[in-house]
């Protein structure tokens, strides 16, 4: 069976700037799983980048997506600032703790849109 077609669990990835206490650097984190191809999880995470509200800027004038490679770079520009968001798949090849959520479930995709009242 080859990687394509393999049903396995894939990592979202996003990798910006993050800080803390010892201040600002560039961060990598999972923001969801998916278990199944690899175009089932290139599908996923196309969602998620496109459903995706950035943090910061605060005052966001202008988002832009650009795919790469098999991933995604979106631009977020505010008025004083850009900051960039890099979006990526992963395939989990080990786990200590699988039992375990990484991080708090994401959604895949935005809601539908809520219809207007009824008049």
């Known amino acids: 069976m080859t990687d394509e077609s393999a049903r396995v669990t894939w990592?979202?990835?996003?990798?910006c700037l993050g800080g803390g206490l010892g201040g600002v650097r560039m961060?990598?984190?999972p923001v969801g799983h998916v278990t199944g191809?690899?175009?089932e999880a290139r599908d996923?995470?196309?969602?998620?980048?496109?459903?995706?509200?950035?943090?910061?800027?605060a005052s966001l004038q202008r988002r832009t997506v650009?795919?790469?490679?098999?991933?995604y770079l979106v631009l977020a520009e505010g008025l004083t600032q850009t900051f960039e968001y890099e979006f990526?798949?992963?395939?989990v090849v080990h786990d200590t703790?699988?039992?375990m959520p990484v991080v708090p479930p994401q959604p895949t995709a935005?809601?539908?849109p809520v219809a207007p009242p009824y008049r």
């Open 11 to 15: 990592g979202l990835m996003l990798t």
């Open 27 to 29: 961060v990598t984190r």
């Open 37 to 39: 191809t690899r175009q």
């Open 44 to 57: 996923a995470l196309h969602r998620h980048v496109l459903a995706f509200e950035p943090k910061h800027p």
């Open 66 to 71: 650009y795919e790469q490679g098999e991933g």
């Open 88 to 91: 990526r798949l992963a395939r």
């Open 97 to 99: 703790r699988p039992d």
């Open 110 to 112: 935005p809601p539908p």
